[in-house]
């Protein structure tokens, strides 16, 4: 049978047999047939175009050696030519920042900058600063102009002065090798004196000829340096050789073929040549592909997304090279299929890190995060959002999550209070930069943070008040945010770890807990009433936390929550508490991504997110931003924001009454036993009882003269004994 007719059975193709699908174009204009035969894909050489049959396919099937040589020869100079090129790109934008910058240190563009943006912010302290700085350095160059005379004839006294050394030197040393050697003449001494500079030229033009040849070289390596800190455009970066076959229509309806799915496999079977109409034109998309396929009638969405892993396989991919989400098309799936091994290949630094001139508007700006897998930019608007990191532990959490803030931390307007409860110096940038910032992961770090949230809602409330105080219909605007020491300037909360709070213990006085997840719980309810209210007054939440369960991030909190990514997590059921059902059910699939391999991937939904039209989610790769890159952006962060006080979040330890509290905890009880003390002490007062051992309780008693008595083989503490020194130190005073 030739390959060119068409299968017209609705059984499944024999050996030999083919399917023919529709023609597609070429990129130069040509058309191929592709066909599949059992399995695999020939595609005929163009329709038309051929040389008289040379270097085409032989009777055996087989590309001629001619044909396979040019090719090869001409994929060599191509390489050859991008990594020329690339090379030439890179030192061009070295030569071009050093201009920018050169630029920037003639015009005072630095400063310029900052007057713009202090005059638009409204801060007139801020604008008054740089004006003056601006002012000083002026002064200061045109002073370095007028003293350059004096320079010059400084210097020129300064070469005269050293070749007088120089001379008396080498009369000095001639006349002791005159007298060493048998009298001193002026012919010898000359003599003497011509062989050491001729020796010193030499040397001379030695170090010159070095210094021709490294000099350039030197030059352009620092160049190369400077641009490759700048991103490459598309069209010169590297691409990952692809492993696997391509990705065409005749091999995706074969793909889908042998899913699983009998309807479907029937289906194709029954379409013939006509499979190829279920799917789009094949498109490009950044590092890979994309097709929309119409599934047959009697074959669902969900059934396709269930066998993802089988049909990357028979794409020739791996699975988290293929991601699959659902068009507004309906019975249709999207196919997004990367090139082989291009998402390992890791993305380029942040804007934050290459652009030292950044600055931050949050109004206006969205924080630059990564990539989508596209490879177009992500940018993610911050402006009164609540956020909600998820994922499994040491996944790139803290990092994303600390990179927003690194870039909101650019607008000198925002207030930060960050809890880190993991405390491993993640969050130390922060320093200088909010106002407060608590580092543990004690139940006292987490009494500290619940508490900096209480004080975030009253800070909430106290601005509800003041706006309908003011009469305000349009909530809170850009000017009366951005006014200094209105009072309505941006404030963002940050937890990071909160599952730590959620899971914590401790209750207070009145025994309500710090942790949990009930309206009893102070975290709770504190995150609750920000979400709720917070910000329609620019006060909002930001949380990261680890493998989300209904113990450790209720389900109130967690959709309470404008923004929500997650990375990789370990099931389909925590994915759907990461990002709601919906997301999932559309498509996003944080589960599916792999542990330790897609570090700081990150999947993303929820509103002011760009996500692709008829899709639910995005697929985000996040520049990572190490810790010595964070350090830096923070200095230039203080720098804009000036000197701010950081607080611990601590509260001033009050001096506690020993007695009246071990009066308290015994609850009135005849005798209790010392270990239960304790216990009731550190749930009373963690951050004074905490870690009390039987001595530190027995110094305490002592100094009122009770001593712990054995009971039953155990220590104890009478009730009467407390009551007796209770009554003397109150008849003493």
């Not at 191929?32 to 175009?49: C, R």
């Not at 090869?72 to 070295?94: F, H, K, M, N």
């Not at 599934?295 to 059934?303: A, H, Q, Y």
């Not at 975030?456 to 000017?479: F, H, K, N, Q, Y």
Request: net charge negative; hydrophobic share 40%; with cysteine.
């Amino acid at each position: 049978m030739s390959t060119n007719e068409a299968t017209s059975s609705p059984a499944e193709p024999a050996m030999g047999e083919v399917i023919n699908l529709p023609v597609r174009h070429t990129p130069d204009g040509g058309d191929i047939d592709a066909t599949v035969v059992e399995g695999e894909i020939v595609e005929d050489a163009p329709a038309a175009g051929g040389q008289d049959g040379q270097d085409v396919e032989s009777a055996a099937g087989r590309p001629g050696l001619p044909m396979l040589r040019k090719a090869r020869e001409a994929e060599v100079a191509l390489s050859a030519a991008q990594v020329a090129l690339r090379t030439g790109w890179t030192v061009g934008r070295g030569h071009e920042v050093w201009a920018r910058r050169l630029i920037a240190a003639a015009t005072y563009a630095t400063y310029r900058e900052q007057i713009r943006a202090a005059r638009v912010a409204g801060d007139t302290e801020r604008l008054a600063e740089w004006i003056d700085r601006y002012a000083d350095a002026k002064r200061a160059r045109w002073d370095r102009i007028a003293s350059a005379p004096k320079t010059l004839i400084a210097a020129a006294q300064a070469v005269g002065l050293v070749l007088a050394i120089v001379a008396t030197l080498l009369l000095v040393v001639g006349i002791a090798v005159a007298v060493r050697d048998g009298g001193w003449t002026w012919a010898g001494w000359w003599g003497f004196v011509g062989d050491t500079l001729a020796a010193v030229g030499a040397l001379t033009q030695l170090v010159l000829n070095l210094a021709m040849v490294a000099a350039p070289l030197a030059w352009l390596a620092a160049a190369y340096r400077a641009g490759r800190r700048t991103d490459l455009p598309r069209w010169l970066a590297p691409q990952q050789q692809a492993q696997g076959e391509p990705v065409t229509p005749a091999r995706v309806v074969l793909a889908l073929r042998d899913l699983g799915i009998p309807a479907l496999r029937k289906a194709v079977q029954e379409a013939g040549e006509g499979a190829g109409s279920w799917l789009s034109m094949i498109r490009i998309a950044g590092c890979g592909v994309e097709v929309d396929v119409t599934l047959p009638s009697g074959v669902s969405t969900e059934e396709v997304q269930a066998r993802r892993r089988k049909l990357a396989e028979n794409l020739d991919r791996h699975e988290h090279e293929l991601h699959i989400t659902i068009p507004p098309a309906a019975r249709t799936v999207r196919l997004w299929v990367a090139d082989s091994g291009a998402l390992d290949e890791p993305i380029g630094p942040s804007p934050l890190v290459t652009d030292e001139d950044l600055v931050a508007d949050l109004y206006t700006g969205k924080a630059p995060w990564g990539q989508d897998l596209r490879g177009d930019a992500l940018l993610l608007p911050l402006l009164q959002r609540h956020l909600l990191i998820t994922g499994l532990s040491n996944q790139g959490k803290t990092a994303a999550l600390r990179a927003l803030a690194l870039w909101a931390a650019l607008d000198r307007t925002v207030e930060f209070r960050v809890a880190d409860l993991k405390g491993v110096g993640d969050w130390r940038p922060f320093d200088g930069i909010a106002t407060t910032l608590i580092q543990g992961p004690t139940d006292g770090h987490v009494v500290s943070a619940t508490r900096m949230l209480e004080e975030g809602v009253e800070e909430m409330e106290r601005r509800l008040t003041a706006l309908e105080e003011s009469g305000a219909t349009d909530g809170i605007t850009r000017d009366m945010a951005r006014q200094p020491g209105g009072g309505f300037h941006p404030l963002i909360l940050i937890v990071d770890e909160a599952q730590q709070a959620f899971m914590c213990p401790v209750v207070d006085e009145d025994k309500r807990p710090y942790g949990g997840t009930k309206h009893t719980s102070r975290y709770f309810m504190a995150a609750r009433k920000i979400h709720n209210q917070g910000r329609a007054v620019n006060v909002v939440l930001w949380q990261g936390t680890q493998d989300p369960t209904d113990q450790n991030l209720p389900k109130l909190v967690r959709e309470g929550a404008h923004i929500r990514a997650s990375l990789v997590v370990g099931t389909e059921a925590q994915a759907k508490m990461a990002l709601g059902d919906k997301a999932v059910n559309g498509g996003a699939a944080p589960h599916a991504l792999r542990q330790g391999q897609d570090k700081g991937t990150l999947v993303v939904t929820g509103d002011g997110v760009p996500v692709p039209a008829g899709q639910s989610s995005v697929t985000v790769r996040t520049h990572f931003i190490s810790g010595e890159d964070a350090a830096q952006i923070a200095d230039r962060a203080r720098k804009l924001r000036g000197t701010v006080t950081t607080g611990t979040g601590q509260q001033p330890r009050q001096e506690r009454d020993h007695l009246a509290d071990i009066d308290r905890v015994m609850r009135g009880e005849r005798r209790v036993r010392t270990e239960i003390i304790r216990q009731r002490l550190a749930e009373l007062d963690p951050a004074t009882y905490e870690g009390w051992t039987a001595q530190d309780l027995t110094a305490a008693l002592a100094d009122h003269g009770i001593q712990p008595r054995k009971s039953d083989g155990v220590m104890v503490v009478r009730n009467q004994d407390v009551q007796d020194a209770l009554n003397t130190r109150h008849t003493g005073e």
